[in-house]
């Protein structure tokens, strides 16, 4: 698939354990992977969005525990 200038797009981020695996969609459904660690120097922490040389419209956040 192919990202345009002005169409949306969903990055997903799933932690389990230390692995932290990041996924793409052009459609909210459909996700490929794109990178993937394991981070053992964490025991806690947060979720943030950092943005560079662009402003992004963030419209929906959704934590599931």
Do not use: C
Not at 6 to 18: C, I, N, R, Y
Request: no cysteine.
């Amino acid at each position: 698939f192919e990202l345009t200038l002005g169409t949306p797009f969903w990055l997903k981020a799933e932690l389990k354990g230390t692995h932290l695996t990041f996924l793409l969609s052009v459609d909210g459904e459909n996700f490929i992977k794109i990178g993937e660690t394991d981070d053992r120097s964490f025991s806690s922490g947060g979720a943030g969005i950092f943005t560079a040389n662009s402003m992004y419209l963030v419209d929906d956040f959704q934590f599931n525990l």
